[in-house]
């Protein structure tokens, strides 16, 4: 059973930054796309951000292109979101997920383990 924990959140300014981290653990290669998502208050979850295996294919929502960095280290079993500039817009929970797909998909059924997420709060 494939575990994923993220860290990393917290409050910070507008224009701030952050990195979040994602770990995992239970499976026994890392061969597969991971992805951020996020869900704000009332709303609907949603795709950030999305990496292969390989690190190679990186797929990133517009709002965030330019701000946000994807990355993993298969060595730490560990995925990466550095988020820079950041918006009030931007506050959500954040949850990183594992996917048995190699693409870096923004499909959220495509993803079948999930973290519990981790806070991000953007101060204007």
């Known amino acids: 059973q494939v575990q994923l924990e993220e860290s990393g959140g917290g409050l910070v300014q507008a224009g701030g930054s952050l990195r979040l981290s994602c770990a995992a653990s239970?499976?026994?290669?890392?061969?597969?796309?991971m992805g951020w998502f996020r869900q704000a208050p009332g709303k609907a979850r949603e795709f950030v951000a999305a990496?292969?295996?390989?690190?190679?294919?990186?797929n990133y929502t517009d709002s965030v292109k330019g701000r946000f960095t994807i990355s993993r280290d298969n060595a730490k079993d560990t995925v990466y979101l550095q988020m820079n500039s950041l918006k009030p817009e931007d506050t959500a929970l954040y949850y990183c997920?594992?996917?048995?797909?190699?693409?870096?998909?923004?499909?959220?059924?495509?993803?079948?383990?999930w973290g519990q997420g981790t806070q991000v709060t953007v101060s204007s």
């Open positions: 997920a594992e996917g048995r797909i190699l693409d870096p998909s923004p499909a959220l059924d495509l993803y079948h383990y």
């Open positions: 990496i292969d295996w390989g690190g190679d294919r990186k």
């Open positions: 239970g499976r026994t290669f890392p061969m597969y796309a």
